[in-house]
Structure formats: C-alpha cells, structure tokens
C-alpha cells in the first residue's frame, strides 16, 4: 500500500495556502502558483513541482470553459513550441543537478517570477514575444509549477477576456507537456498524483469563494502584499537549502 507524503496538520496547512491563492487569484488574476509554490516547498517538497502544476491546471480549465470565445489561436501557435522548448531544457537541467539544489533553483526562479510581476510596461505581443515567454513560461513551471508571470507580462496590455481565455488556452497544455517531462525524469508518479488530487477541494472552494468576496478586494496593497510574500518564502526556500 503507497504511504501518503502529508501528515494531517501538513495537509491542512496546503490546503489553506490553496484556498487562499485561489481567493487572491480571483481578486488579481494570479496568486494559485507565486504564492502556493514557495509555500508549498516549506511545507513538503514533494508537493513541487508536479502536484502544484495538476493544482495549477484547474482554474485555467475553468477559466477556458467560459472565456473560450475570446481565445486567439494565432497567439497559441505561436506560445505551443515555445512552451516545448522550455520545458525540454528545464527538463534536462532537472536531469543534472542533485535534488539539495531543488531549494535554490526554486527560490531564485520565484524571486524572477515576483521581477517579472513588477514590469509594467511592454508592447503588443508579437510571435517572438509568444516565442520567448512560452519558453521562459515553460521552463519555470517545469522545474517550479511557476509558469504565469513571463506570459502574463507579454499579454498585460490585450483585453481581459483575450489575457484570460488566450493564456488559459496556453497553460493546460502546457501544464501537460511539463508532467510528461517530470514522468520521464521519473519525477512524476503516483504519489505525485495523489498529492495533487488531494488539494483540488481546495482549489475549487478558494474559487467559489473568490466569486463572493473578489469584488471586495483591495487591489492596490493585495498585489504588493502578494509580492513580497511571495519573495520572502522564495528566499526562505533558498535559506532551507543552504542551511
């Protein structure tokens, strides 16, 4: 019989980070991953990178299920074999580097992610942007789960509806094409699929739950706050592995 990685008091606490992030994720349109992946290292690694990527997948598959009309194709042509290219090299540093370094690789790439979140300004996405920001896209979220800031920066000045539908059009299959990778690298299993099924209740009451109060959100010190924290347990992921 498999043992399951969480103890009861470790399940609770991902599954409040879960629901959380979704809540926040409903007020600011990210949060699931940069918040739940650094937090969800301090509570047990094994929870990343492929549990937190199933986690990852659910709200984008209910996002498409109502935003499908405004999805651009063009746009996900082009992101598709950028996404691959990513994920390809994530997958073979993986492949190289000793599991202890998992923690430093994992905080640094957060520490980008909450870079990335802080840009504001960049123009109209073009195929070489897609190009480029699927695969940094690809390669975060491979080795992270973190893969939504590198697009989100390339799709922040397109309209709600094309930003939703178009990137959630991007990240399921994305999100696919990282666990075939982790499954090869044999990083990806079972186990991994038990923990990640554990947390969709979860996921599903922080998005009932962001329906109600997302309107009542803050966003002008929710984001920051979202930001830092996100940094902080970045840098904590790296003093965990050094240490």
Known sequence: ???????????????????????????????VALLGAPLL??????????????IGMTLPLLIL??????VRPRDVAW??????????????LLGSIAEDVMGVLLGGLVLLAVALSLVHRVPEPRPAHLVGAA???????????IGGPPLAL???????PRLRGTLSAIFVPAGLLSLTAL???????MTEILLGLSLLP?????????????????RHWLRPAVLWLSGVAGMAAIVRSVI
């Open 41 to 54: 290292y301090l509570i047990h690694p094994q929870l990343i990178p492929a549990p937190m990527i199933i």
């Open 154 to 160: 390339a799709f922040q000045n397109v309209t709600g």
């Open 65 to 70: 299920s109502r935003e499908w009309r405004a």
């Open 135 to 145: 695969g940094l896209s690809g390669f975060m979220a491979t080795i992270t789960s």
């Open 202 to 218: 979860a996921i599903l009451v922080g998005f009932w739950i962001s329906g109600w109060v997302a309107g009542y959100l803050d």
């Open 79 to 92: 992101a598709l074999p950028g996404s691959l290219a990513g994920t390809a090299l994530a997958a073979a």
């Open 183 to 189: 499954a090869l690298l044999d990083r990806f299993g």
């Open 1 to 31: 019989m498999m043992d399951f990685p969480l103890n009861i008091s470790q399940w609770l606490m991902a599954s409040l980070v879960i629901i959380i992030g979704a809540v926040i994720q409903g007020g600011i349109g990210y949060g």
